[in-house]
């Protein structure tokens, strides 16, 4: 059976799934076509709809007021911004943002894309190594930053690895905006900025080593940030919170260019769940969003079940597994639809995503259909053939929201975008007769064990039923018998304690014995990516630093150990 699920790129804009079996198409006539936009225009077209309404508020803890924008403001501001930069650079050339969220971070966004210049987003919490091999890989030739980030300084950090940055031009600070944005000249003249110009570079998130750079295209992120919203049904004069790191595509992609093009206002914010809870009251937010480990925090603040949440409309997640039952208690408390959406940095970044019509067990447990325009398939890991409905194989994509490519890295670019253009995304899956698709895990994280495929992915769903479970990994751990083991690191849930007996049982009650983890580790919290998804490789190499022999001499569930590391580990092998 050949399944491949696409989107239709003819006039009629309906989302197809064929295979050769019969099914219906799904019908995706709402969304329109891809349009031939740019960042700075997108903004520009906004200003001129709705000069007057709110786009912009900064929701930082530290200032009494919060500063706002309206479109028109906004844009007069990006511009101001534009000419600034364009005093210093010019079009073509790359400027990194080296900052959490703020107003400014916005204003970049849209000043770089007017002023013709590549944005190289850069996480505020890397450190002199880390950030001077983003700055170095990409070839930076300026660096707008904050001046300090959690007690780190920013600009001695630069002044530590700027000799290794011949092409470093201009470092600038944040506590100069104001001198800064008035340097530009009025009478400089704008670039014309095309649609398959790079808009961004955005450097993945890292979960198995160094990160690479998505070179991302303005049509890329302006059409996918639209489409997403849409989905999401945002209208004119929604409010959205986004806490979502800018320097990943769920924060200055779906909820920035999302909401501008649909006249719906951002409030900027960092992460702080109280901080959170009181910016969705005041502003009456439309929507709750996040990666699961933030929309987790909310549930679990004491001051949620005294927030008003009468404005929220929608939640919303992806970036990381958002399991059955984070979906089903939001749906509970809130009475809102939850929207998943499958992403990689890599495709701008949303490849398919529930709808808010979809039934509640879709909801909760698929993830959902392709995006428009974007193609979808499931292929087997070793032929490459398109699998069979149900199958699991790597989930592939296809379309406008492709990256051009990784920024200075061809071998790796055509690892992972083929000859006929599909991004192979190295997440494992499966589709529906529908044309629903599931995750199943990572491809590298698949686990072998004796020679059975155990998915990591549907022993975490086991284990996020059980109420002991906050939180889950599981990997592989290299055994010698077996080849590999399942390791399963638990964070308990608030005013609970987990038992390795009571979890394995738990299992064997709903997984064969090969898929029941034989190690079980205990911990307060994971080691995550600045996009929060949980780094398995480090915990892979924490487990198995001096430990595996020992615990495979183990022969009692019950016999705890300590397991060195920075995160607070009890093991049980």
Not at 179 to 185: E, K, L, R, W
Not at 326 to 331: A, D, G, T
Not at 335 to 348: D, L
Not at 460 to 483: R, Y
Request: net charge negative; glycine share 12%.
């Amino acid at each position: 059976m050949r399944a491949l699920a696409r989107c239709s790129l003819g006039g009629d804009d309906r989302c197809v799934t064929e295979m050769t079996s019969a099914m219906a198409s799904q019908p995706d006539g709402s969304f329109g076509p891809v349009l031939e936009t740019t960042v700075g225009g997108v903004l520009r077209e906004a200003a001129e709809r709705g000069a007057g309404m709110a786009a912009l508020v900064e929701g930082t803890p530290h200032r009494r007021e919060r500063r706002r924008w309206s479109y028109g403001e906004l844009l007069a501001d990006s511009e101001r911004v534009a000419r600034a930069l364009l005093g210093r650079f010019s079009p073509g050339e790359r400027v990194a943002v080296w900052a959490p969220n703020c107003p400014e971070w916005v204003l970049l966004e849209f000043g770089a894309a007017l002023a013709g210049l590549t944005l190289v987003t850069v996480n505020p919490a890397l450190r002199p190594r880390e950030v001077g091999y983003v700055l170095g890989q990409s070839r930076a030739h300026g660096v707008v930053h904050t001046p300090a980030y959690r007690g780190a300084d920013m600009a001695k950090t630069l002044e530590e690895v700027r000799g290794d940055l011949p092409g470093l031009r201009e470092a600038i600070s944040l506590a100069n905006w104001a001198d800064f944005i008035s340097s530009g000249s009025v009478a400089e003249r704008l670039p014309e900025v095309a649609p398959d110009d790079v808009a961004q570079i955005q450097y993945t998130s890292g979960t198995t080593g160094f990160p690479k750079g998505a070179a991302l295209r303005h049509r890329g992120i302006t059409n996918n940030g639209r489409f997403c919203a849409q989905i999401l049904r945002a209208q004119p004069g929604d409010v959205w919170v986004n806490p979502m790191p800018m320097f990943h595509t769920a924060g200055c992609v779906l909820l920035t260019l999302g909401p501008v093009q649909q006249l719906a206002a951002q409030v900027i914010a960092p992460f702080e769940p109280g901080l959170m809870l009181n910016l969705i009251e005041s502003e009456r937010s439309a929507l709750v969003g996040g990666v699961p480990t933030m929309i987790l925090a909310l549930l679990d603040h004491p001051g949620f079940g005294g927030t008003d949440f009468a404005a929220v409309q929608g939640a919303f997640s992806g970036g990381a597994t958002v399991p059955p039952t984070l979906v089903q208690r939001v749906e509970s408390v809130l009475g809102v639809p939850f929207t998943i959406t499958f992403a990689q940095t890599e495709a701008s970044p949303c490849i398919t995503q529930t709808r808010p019509d979809d039934s509640a067990d879709d909801r909760a447990r698929t993830l959902g259909r392709p995006h428009p325009h974007v193609e979808v398939r499931i292929a087997d890991p070793v032929t490459g053939e398109t699998a069979p409905a149900g199958a699991v194989g790597e989930i592939l994509a296809r379309g406008y929201n492709v990256m051009r490519g990784y920024f200075d890295n061809a071998e790796a670019t055509s690892e992972a975008v083929d000859a006929d253009g599909w991004l192979h995304t190295g997440d494992l899956g499966s589709a529906d007769e529908r044309g629903y698709y599931r995750i199943e895990g990572r491809l590298k994280e698949m686990i072998i064990g004796g020679g059975e495929n155990i998915y990591p992915r549907e022993i975490e769903q086991i284990l996020h039923t059980h109420p002991a479970v906050g939180d889950v990994a599981v990997v592989g751990v290299p055994d010698e018998h077996w080849g590999e083991q399942v390791a399963a690191f638990i964070k308990p849930a608030p005013g609970h304690t987990a038992t390795a007996e009571e979890l394995a049982a738990h299992c064997r009650a709903h997984l064969a014995a090969h898929k029941t983890p034989r190690h079980w580790v205990f911990t307060d919290a994971f080691p995550l990516t600045g996009s929060g998804k949980v780094q398995k490789f480090l915990l892979r190499e924490q487990f198995s630093s001096g430990q595996a022999p020992a615990l495979a001499k183990q022969k009692s569930l019950g016999e705890r150990t300590a397991l060195g590391g920075g995160c607070g580990f009890t093991l049980a092998g």
